[in-house]
């Protein structure tokens, strides 16, 4: 097996790019402590989105995943390439933009990834329609970003995302990152969070549809009660035990879906 050049000197190696949002995990402790947060990952097949210089790569590798890295920035080849000759067909790098990969084409993959900030939401967002075609995704996010993904009804970081999420699957708050483990620091903080999907009680495509629209108006203008933003007929409020005046982040992600299941009935009367 090829020998390994430390991580930080591989890293320095790479001029960080602002635009990439690429802030490089050079902690191999913490990079360990992701990998084995995942669960078994021997013989899995792991999707990676932004390696940078292989750090959490490493780790994957080291506990028996099979890493398929998407990689937007070609200078980070060189970094990785130690990575295909020490474990040969276990890692595979595709230089590509991550937000036009087909990720529906994959079969119950894992996803572990640092990801990279300026399209941590955007990736999100794209996956959640399929979400029950992967089989676990462990992620970092800015901790702002990370706090709206389990937000709790009541909450100032909850939200649409939260909901439309939550929906889907069960989410886990891991644990916090300081700035210092990256290579540059960023200015904020970061949360590894565990997303893991609900096969038992996955909403129908057309419930998560009326879903994405009820959501979109009731939380468009937060502050305003949601008899004035989702304008349905006051009776699908009060059988699903809601008030009229009630706000959008008051409402339970349970009783999102129950006004979606209602509202779809309403419209087929």
């Given at each position: ?25 050079v ?24 390696p ?24 980070c ?94 989410v ?13 620091p ?58 009229p005046?009630a ?8 009783q ?14």
């Open positions: 097996m090829a020998v390994l050049s430390p991580l930080a000197e591989v890293a320095k190696t790479l001029q960080s790019q602002k635009s990439l949002g690429q802030h490089f995990l902690h191999e402790d913490i990079c360990r402590r992701i990998a084995i947060s995942a669960g078994t990952l021997s013989g899995k097949i792991v999707i990676e989105i932004g940078g210089p292989g750090g959490l790569t490493r780790s994957l590798l080291e506990l028996g995943a099979c890493v398929y890295a998407i990689e937007k920035d070609a200078r080849a060189a970094a990785l390439a130690p990575l295909e000759e020490a474990y040969g067909e276990r890692f595979s790098l595709h230089i590509q933009d991550a937000l036009k990969v087909d990720f529906s084409i994959f079969s119950f993959p894992l996803v572990i990834s640092n990801l990279p900030y300026n399209i941590s939401t955007q990736l999100l967002f794209m996956w959640i329609p399929f979400l029950e075609r992967f089989d676990k995704l462990v992620l970092m996010f800015q901790k702002e970003v990370a706090e709206r993904l389990y937000a709790q009804p009541g909450t100032k970081a909850y939200g649409r995302l939260s909901v439309l999420l939550q929906a889907k699957a069960k886990t708050k891991m644990f916090h990152l300081p700035p210092g483990v990256f290579l540059p960023p200015k904020v903080h970061s949360t590894v969070v565990s997303i893991v999907p609900k096969r038992e009680s996955y909403p129908s495509p057309v419930v998560y549809a009326a879903l994405e629209m009820l959501t979109r108006s009731a939380f468009s203008t937060r502050r305003k009660m949601v008899k004035n933003t989702l304008f349905l007929p006051e009776q699908l409020f009060v059988q699903n035990g809601i008030s005046q706000r959008a982040e008051d409402l339970t992600v349970e999102f879906l129950h006004l979606a299941e209602s509202y779809l009935e309403k419209r087929l009367d």
